[in-house]
């Protein structure tokens, strides 16, 4: 892996050796297709910890390394270790695995041992609902009239326009409306400071199309019932009376009623290349229907923006090219959730190309995604067009999460990874796709495809589709399937094929199907290195069939394979048919544990697909340390779900809901379970409290279910403030069973304030340095890049010059002078005019807006390419025209303050918030520089104080 990959998110961990002996015994899968045994001692070099909500990512790099290696983890307060699955060794000196199951907000330290070796670090698990308190409201409103400002009393007319403007802490409140427009974001939000789109009620529609009613057809052909109509622009996507409607591949196919492979297809439409003319078949008046034709392609574009977050939309009729609801390119840290998306090409899709700070950490959560009836045509009608759509696609880089969200109705489920990067590690790496409800799906469910190192697809349930999770082909992996329910497939539960041969580990699934003679498990081509345990596969044909030779490593055991065949072999291997399990493990070793009773499922006719009391599956699996831990009775059940295991309450975490550190009366924490529970106040809680703190103490407890919000009175003097659960046996689940199955279920590991009620206030000044400050301008009008500067000048220009190219201007400070230990308060910028050319920019461009860089934009003198450069933080501070003896100054946002670089420069840019005015006039207002006298030079003025 690159080496930069450590630096791509904060919860990467880079960690040290230590030296170790550890020897217990744990599941270690074996692969018969390569020779992994070691000549000498391992060494590991590196570890890379990928924090998820419920998982921890686990890479450790070295040289030497052994073929699996054991993996150990504890919560930050504990003592002894859990075991974990092994990690595996695949390509690029590499050993990969996950620890699941764990709590959210929750630090681990994690280690890893081969003998004498081991290394360990540690990280903490991210929180289970992300938390966003908006320092500003932007209101849009489709009814109100144009000119708003964006108040509640005068807002914004788009949404657009709320976008523009926004900052990082603003939320863009949209209320119910249709809102026929196309958003993308031109600045990004900041660290855990969202740019948050969000829908204020039920009922805010972005919709992408023109409706197309009445009057408008005319008859083409009457014999082969075709009409034509003129639109405004061309499309990939027809809709009539909101269902989609089918594409032909050309004007012979819509005349013959001909779909692609020859497929017929009665009703459908065309549109001849660079025309406008749009031609449909249908086998009544056309006008009697009313016709969705995009006139947009994309609702939502995230490119290259980073901290975005929409929520609670519609989207629907996108589609002049390859339609989306929320398309992503190189953008990070953006949440999408609560939304429904329908009709269009893709409904999420997430894709990287850039650098490895880009793409990553996207979370897509409870929406439902739609596009009938595409489920209903033929798949051969279908297959390899423009119609062959996907719900979510996964090709970012780092740290996807995609889960409780509702697909139907779709040509394809979930899609993570590329068939043009089928060996880049680095697409989708790390990803956790799990608790998803699928179904009526025309090809895949779920589709792995390329490396998927470290992709979780776990809990889901695919139903009604042609194949659950299509494995075509993993090329490194480990790729996890555990616990999903894949039901009444058409053609396979577990599609096999071109020759995949990355590590797939396939734990604890259900496959269930009543199609006539339909195996329960296939396979297309030859394959390699797959693991299965503890799963139950049902069909009506051959319990499962390879019809030809060359698969190898596989590592199959302890598995129900029932097929209702009452003759003839169960299984084929290499094409040679084997009648029972126990011939298929005489003959090739594999299921030598495996059997093939009926599962006792309870009635999967119906949905039900829990074990019967009777069923010959419980407690006949495999213990498998860090994939089933917690189970009811002597061993794990197979299959997906567990008989009768009702797991037991407990914490999952406690963290703060305001800032810290904190000057504040109360203070919140809000305290998550794992499950609803009731019983929960005042006397359920202590204050772990430090230093000179006196007179804390709880005062109130709300909240329902699984979230309860506790306050605390921060009392007086400083320290820090922990609540802790204690639990006074008060607490309960919906089965009446306490925290832990306990009195005492406590927990006392989550998140502390820092109460500071008298800081001593420092006040530091520091002047711009002239060696690196200084203006650089625009190539051209419209360039956007940077094409010439000045580092030695006196003065420094903002505005635009009479070619109407823009002027930038970069202040470098020395903030390295400051104490590590400072909390900074306050951050002022000022600036001095000299003279004004032309008209005075603050009266035609608008405000000044300051970006903030932690270090250099490229370098710590000035370039070209500062102009461009990307920011730490864009629109940090906002100077206003109000100069006080000709001095402008700007506060900047508090969100800034972690940019100021303790350990070195500073940097920041300054521009207007309109580039020019098109007057092809110079506009510009000259000020001082680091390079003038003393008293004019730039200065920033940082208030900070120290905690004791």
Known sequence: MDPKLLKVLTRIVTIFVLPALLASGTFFPVFASEDHSNSGISTFSKINLYANIETIGVVVTGSNLPKAAKLFY?????????????????????????????????????????????????????????????????????????????????????ILEGVKRARPGTQVLVADGVYHESVSFPSSGTTNNWIQVKAEGNGAV?????????????????????????????????????????MYDNMSGLINGSGHNKVPVTEGWYMTPGSLQLYVRSTDDPSKHTWQVPSLNHAFDVSSRDWIWIEGFEMQFYGTGSGCGVCTKNASHVVVRKNKIHNMQNGIYVYWNGNENQG?????????????????????AVKATSMEGTAIVIAGHIGAIVRENHIHNFFNGIYTGSSAGLENSGIAFDADIYNNNIHHISDDGLEPEGACINQRFRN?????????????????????????????????S????????????????????????????????????????????????????????????????????????????????????????????????????????DPGLMN???????????????????????????????????????????????????????????????????????????????????????????????????????????????????GKIRLDLTDNGSIVDESNQPLNGTEDGGFNIGEEYTIVKSPKVYLQTLISNGVNDGWVIESSEDGNVGNGYNSSSPTFYLGDNAEDRQFLTILDFATASLPDDAVITSVTIKIKKLSVTGTDPFTTHQN???????????????????????????????????PVDNWYSTTLDAN?????????????????????????????????????????????????????
């Open 206 to 246: 972005l919709d992408g199309s023109d409706v197309l009613s009445g009057n408008v057809w005319k008859l083409y052909d009457a014999k082969a019932h075709i009409w034509v109509a003129r639109v405004k622009t061309s499309v990939k996507y027809l809709a009539r009376d909101q269902q989609r409607f089918y």
């Open 460 to 492: 889901n349930k695919v139903d009604t589709a042609l194949v659950g999770i299509s494995l075509a082909p993993v090329t490194q992996g480990p790729t996890w399937i555990l616990r999903n329910l894949f039901t009444n497939y058409s053609a396979s």
């Open 74 to 158: 504890r919560q930050e307060n504990e003592t002894e270790w859990h075991e974990a699955h092994p990690l595996l060794r695949i390509d690029g000196s590499r050993l990969a695995g996950s620890l699941f199951d764990l709590s959210p907000s929750i630090s681990y330290t994690v280690k890893v041992v081969d003998g004498t070796t081991e290394i360990s670090g540690s990280a903490a698990t991210q929180p289970n609902e992300l938390r966003f308190s908006p320092t500003t409201i932007l209101y849009v409103d489709d009814d109100a009239p144009p000119g708003g400002d964006g108040s509640s009393a005068s807002p914004f007319r788009t």
């Open 896 to 948: 800034a303050f972690q940019y100021i670089n303790k350990t070195g420069s500073t940097q920041f840019r300054l521009k207007f918030e309109l580039d020019d005015n098109d007057d092809r006039g110079a506009d510009t207002v000259k000020v001082y520089s680091g390079d003038s006298v003393l008293a004019n030079r730039p200065q920033l003025l940082i208030e900070y104080y120290i905690l004791k």
């Open 494 to 597: 577990i599609k096999w094929d071109r020759k995949s041969d990355g590590i797939v580990l396939i734990y604890h699934n259900t496959s269930w199907t009543n199609e006539k003679d339909l195996n329960a498990m296939s396979m297309i081509s030859p394959t390699s290195n797959s693991i299965m345990r503890n799963n139950i596969f049902q069909g009506n044909g051959y319990a499962f069939e390879e019809p030809f030779t060359g698969s190898s490593g596989h590592d199959w055991n302890y598995d129900n394979w029932f097929t209702t065949r009452t003759s003839g072999a169960h299984f084929v291997w290499e094409k040679i048919p084997r009648n029972t399990i126990a011939d298929l493990c005489s003959a090739v070793g594999l299921e030598c544990n495996g059997h093939e009773g």
């Open 848 to 882: 000044v807006l300051l970006d903030i860089k932690s270090g250099s934009f490229e370098s710590p003198t000035l370039q070209i390419t500062d102009f461009q450069a990307a920011a730490s933080m864009d629109s940090a501070g906002r100077i206003l025209n109000s």
């Open 604 to 718: 999967p006719a119906n949905g039900d697909f829990t074990l019967r009391p009777s069923s010959t599956n419980i407690d006949r699996g495999l213990v498998i340390p860090g994939i089933n831990d917690e189970f009811a009775g002597a061993d794990p059940d197979t299959g997906a779900v567990e008989f009768g295991y009702d797991p037991l309450p407990k914490v999952l975490s406690i963290t703060r809901v305001d800032r810290n550190p904190t000057l504040d009366a109360n203070v919140h924490f809000w305290v998550t379970f794992s499950e609803p529970v009731s019983g929960v106040d005042s006397g359920d809680f202590s204050l772990s409290i430090t230093d000179l703190l006196d007179g804390a103490k709880v005062t109130t407890v709300s909240g329902i279910k699984d979230v309860y919000t506790v306050t605390v009175e921060t009392g007086s003097g400083d």
């Open 360 to 380: 990553n950490d996207t979370r897509i959560e409870y929406n439902e995604i739609y596009d009938p009836p595409v489920n209903e045509w033929p798949w051969k």
